[in-house]
Nanobody
Framework: VQLQAYGGGLVQAWGSLRLSCAAS????????MGWFRQAAGKEREFVAV????????YYADSVKGRFAISRDNAKNTVYLQMNSLKPDDTAVYYC???????????????????WGQGTKFTVSS
């Protein structure tokens, strides 16, 4: 599967932004979809994940209550709605996919086989 993330840019603190990740292929609904981010000089970290049907989602503590992951399997797209943005949210955001990942690996970037190219956004204070 090929992934294309977009929606980055510049946003002010406490603003909102929605990222999208479009996937190729006909089996999108079989993939667990995750969002990760990597700030300058830091390791890639887990942000959110959506199970195949979209009914199960998990979030990093740092974004819980502010971010929401959703997916539209008919459009082969996963979204990340981000609200109440903080300067610490500034990073390159990546979407990731895997069809056979286990629950214990959901927050581990090494558990995902497919990655988008990343989209960057900056939160200004």
């Amino acid at each position: 599967v090929q992934l294309q993330a977009y929606g980055g840019g510049l946003v002010q603190a406490w603003g909102s932004l929605r990222l999208s990740c479009a996937a190729s292929g006909r089996t999108f609904s079989t993939y667990v979809m995750g969002w990760f981010r990597q700030a300058a000089g830091k390791e890639r970290e887990f942000v959110a994940v959506s199970w195949r049907s979209g009914g199960i989602t998990y979030y990093a503590d740092s974004v819980k209550g502010r971010f929401a992951i959703s997916r539209d399997n008919a459009k082969n797209t996963v979204y990340l709605q981000m609200n109440s943005l903080k300067p610490d949210d500034t990073a390159v955001y990546y979407c990731a996919a895997d069809s056979s990942i286990i629950m214990l690996q959901l927050r581990n970037p090494r558990g995902y086989d497919y990655w988008g190219q990343g989209t960057k956004f900056t939160v200004s204070s």
